[in-house]
């Protein structure tokens, strides 16, 4: 690039879980050198799935060459997976990026992009499974890492995700100081964050608070396999 800028974007669109997004952008937008950019078609306000709404800083169009893309998770990722001009978007970027990078759900976006293909890649645990389809292997890890695919797990993983990304960028003692100053120090009230702390009764009814989700998903998930498949 002819700047000395890191330029790092992060996704937007209509029903984001907002934290997989503010997440590592309250941690990447502190690695020195860095630039923020919040992408989606347009720079109209994007409700969340919090009850809020973001502002992208800038359009698909107008977005200049990125160092880091990242997709965040959210109720409206199913949407996305055959949306073609996002995945087009996405595939674009991707090509000269350092790292492709998603948060939760997002992993299934850049999956539908063929972005993950042949890769490990993390995702929140009730969609985990669904990466196999476009020849992703799914891990069950807090961030995971294979080349420069960095993918964290559900949600909150967003925050460890951004101190290992810029841990990449800047360097790891950058990293903890940025961890330091955003006293990131979690002492969680429960212990009970993941599906193997949480207990079978408590996933099952999990699960079963979900079907009617998972079902959905499931069948945009083969939708978007079987269009990546016919691209190739």
């Known amino acids: 690039m002819s700047d000395a800028t890191i330029h790092i974007g992060i996704l937007l669109y209509p029903n984001v879980t907002q934290l997989d997004a503010t997440g590592p952008a309250q941690v990447l937008s502190r690695v020195p050198g ?3 950019h919040m992408i989606w078609k347009t720079k109209d306000p994007i409700p969340t799935d919090a009850g809020f709404a973001i502002l992208p800083t800038t359009t698909f169009a107008e977005c200049p060459k990125l160092d880091v ?11 996305l997976m055959n949306d ?4 087009g978007f996405l595939r674009q970027q991707a090509a000269g ?20 293909k042949g890769y490990k890649a993390g ?7 669904m990466l196999r389809p476009f020849g992703a292997e799914p891990v069950a890890e807090r961030v995971v890492r294979d ?13 460890d995700f951004g101190f290992v990304v810029a841990a990449e960028l800047a360097g ?3 990293a903890k100081m940025i961890q330091l100053f955003l006293e990131y120090d979690p002492q969680a009230p429960f212990d009970c964050g993941s599906p193997e702390k949480a207990g079978a009764e408590r996933v099952a009814k ?3 608070m979900m079907a009617r989700l998972l079902a959905e998903r499931q069948k945009t998930t083969e939708a978007a396999a079987a269009a990546m498949a016919a691209r190739h």
């Open 123 to 129: 995702c929140h645990w009730a969609w985990r499974e």
């Open 97 to 116: 990026a350092r790292y492709v990078t998603s948060v939760c759900t997002g992993s299934l976006v850049l999956a539908a992009a063929g972005l993950l």
């Open 34 to 36: 860095a630039k923020v």
């Open 172 to 174: 790891e003692e950058a």
């Open 206 to 208: 999990a699960r079963e």
């Open 69 to 79: 893309i990242c997709v965040p998770g959210g109720a409206g990722q199913a949407a």
């Open 147 to 159: 080349r420069n695919r960095i993918t964290g797990g559900g949600v909150t993983a967003g925050i």
């Open 84 to 87: 073609e001009e996002t995945l």
